[in-house]
T-cell receptor
Framework: TQLLEQSPQFLSIQEGENLTVYCNSSSVFSSLQWYRQEPGEGPVLLVTVVTGGEVKKLKRLTFQFGDARKDSSLHITAAQPGDTGLYLCAGELEFTGTYKYIFGTGTRLKVLA | DAGVTQSPTHLIKTRGQQVTLRCSPISGHKSVSWYQQVLGQGPQFIFQYYEKEERGRGNFPDRFSARQFPNYSSELNVNALLLGDSALYLC????????????????FGSGTRLTVV
């Protein structure tokens, strides 16, 4: 059974602080995505990383894919209340003729004003 | 353009009943996947459909079934409902089975919140 573990599970920080969320697995992924989910809504795709060691930036968010493509991190600089939500990583596993995404356990972030 | 639409948004069923959830993907998207998200957890893969064929199945009992129609919309059926089936059911669409654009991934609907009592 493939497992994607995220840490921390919960994070409550003050506006302006920095934070890092980690996503780890023993499986090698073809790609890895990060999503953010608001209450009562579906997850919204933030970024896809494909190459080992790849770094992508989305405004104050920095995403990194591990060299071995087994792990990833999301770093938020100067967090704002609008960053509050559930952050999910999803690893892509390829099978014959298809693929599926394995989602992590999620990190619930709350940024206090 | 409309995003991924799911219906109904909320549903309450009794144990043992059957339920059908519906999903319309983004126009032009040919692949639909279904996920179950239990409160406090990440989504769990149930099915993937592409061009009306099942392409992947997660570790769910045979009580769960799905199909995709010629217009690429999809239905998820769950028979003999159990209390543990209470969850947010998410439908995700993607352009193609092997879409590899710059930032490929799923577009999710808002989900159907199923409560089994």
């Amino acid at each position: 059974t493939q497992l994607l573990e995220q840490s921390p599970q919960f994070l409550s920080i003050q506006e302006g602080e920095n934070l890092t969320v980690y996503c780890n697995s023993s499986s090698v992924f073809s790609s890895l995505q990060w999503y953010r989910q608001e209450p009562g809504e579906g997850p919204v795709l933030l970024v896809t990383v494909v190459t080992g060691g790849e770094v992508k930036k989305l405004k104050r968010l920095t995403f990194q894919f591990g060299d071995a493509r087994k792990d990833s991190s999301l770093h938020i600089t100067a967090a704002q209340p609008g960053d509050t939500g559930l952050y999910l990583c999803a690893g892509e596993l390829e099978f014959t003729g298809t693929y599926k995404y394995i989602f992590g356990t999620g990190t619930r972030l709350k940024v206090l004003a | 353009d409309a995003g991924v639409t799911q219906s109904p948004t909320h549903l309450i069923k009794t144990r043992g009943q059957q339920v059908t959830l519906r999903c319309s993907p983004i126009s032009g998207h040919k692949s639909v996947s279904w996920y179950q998200q239990v409160l406090g957890q990440g989504p769990q893969f149930i099915f993937q459909y592409y061009e009306k064929e099942e392409r992947g199945r997660g570790n769910f009992p045979d009580r769960f079934s799905a199909r995709q129609f010629p217009n690429y919309s999809s239905e998820l059926n769950v028979n003999a409902l159990l209390l543990g089936d209470s969850a947010l059911y998410l439908c995700a669409s993607s352009l193609d089975l092997w879409d590899r654009g710059p930032n490929y991934g799923y577009t999710f609907g808002s989900g159907t919140r199923l409560t089994v009592v």
